[in-house]
């Protein structure tokens, strides 16, 4: 069974850090790309990033490109995302999904619970 | 990037009635690259639809997705207690992918 679980939101101020991680099993993890997806409370999704499974080709929207950085260890089977310079439009629960393929499809076949992040003073 | 307009916004019906939800394209896109989600509420995203037409694994012949260019459209043929979600489209051709504001499915 394929369990996706994310960590690592919480309160953060405005122009801080925060790494979010994602703990993937069930599934050979290099055989998928991976991606975050976000939603701001009460509001609709936007893909925030995603990840070539053995590649390291990354891809990014554009309200994010800059600021947050996507990774993945193929040897602890993690997702991660590294969010700097935080303003409170980045407030959002982050889900973090796995895509039927190795390449970046966007097919989101899979999601986490989802981790809060909340930026504010 | 393909800008993904739903109606409507929201749906009120009852169990049993057949649920047609629409989804448009600012531009023109390939059907292979069209998807619907459902979210319950308090729940992760499911993919429902992928290719336009052909259901993920695991989701019930009731759901089925149809359409082309720039006009979608995602089919429940009889409600179930447990189909009223929000349910998003979603264009995956190219990066940035890009989802729909959503269409709530409410009970009436």
């Known amino acids: 069974e394929v369990r996706l679980v994310e960590s690592g939101g919480g309160l953060v101020q405005p122009g801080g850090s925060l790494r979010l991680s994602c703990a993937a099993s069930?599934?050979?993890?290099?055989?998928?790309?991976m991606s975050w997806v976000r939603q701001a409370p009460g509001k609709g999704l936007e893909w925030v990033s995603g990840?070539?499974?053995?590649?390291?080709?990354?891809y990014y929207a554009n309200s994010v490109k800059g600021r947050l950085t996507v990774s993945r260890d193929n040897y602890k089977n993690t997702l991660y995302l590294q969010m700097n310079s935080l303003t409170g439009e980045d407030t959002a629960i982050y889900y973090c999904?796995?895509?039927?393929?190795?390449?970046?499809?966007?097919?989101?076949?899979?999601w986490g619970e989802g981790t809060l992040v909340t930026v504010s003073s | 990037e393909a800008v993904l307009t739903q109606s409507p916004g929201t749906l009120s019906l009852s169990p049993g009635e057949r649920a047609t939800l629409s989804c448009r394209a600012s531009?023109?896109?390939?059907?292979?690259?069209l998807a619907w989600y459902q979210q319950r509420p308090g729940q992760a995203p499911r993919l429902l639809i992928y290719?336009?037409?052909s259901r993920a694994t695991g989701i019930p012949d009731r759901f089925s997705g149809s359409g082309s260019g720039t006009d979608f459209t995602l089919t429940i043929s009889r409600l179930e207690p447990e189909d009223f979600a929000v349910y998003y489209c979603?264009?995956?051709?190219?990066?940035?992918?890009?989802f729909g504001q959503g269409t709530k499915l409410e009970i009436k």
């Open positions: 999904a796995k895509e039927s393929r190795g390449y970046n499809s966007g097919i989101f076949d899979s």
């Open positions: 069930g599934f050979t993890f290099t055989s998928h790309a």
């Open positions: 990840i070539g499974g053995t590649t390291s080709n990354t």
């Open positions: 531009q023109s896109v390939s059907s292979s690259s």
């Open positions: 290719g336009a037409s």
């Open positions: 979603q264009h995956y051709g190219n990066s940035p992918y890009t």
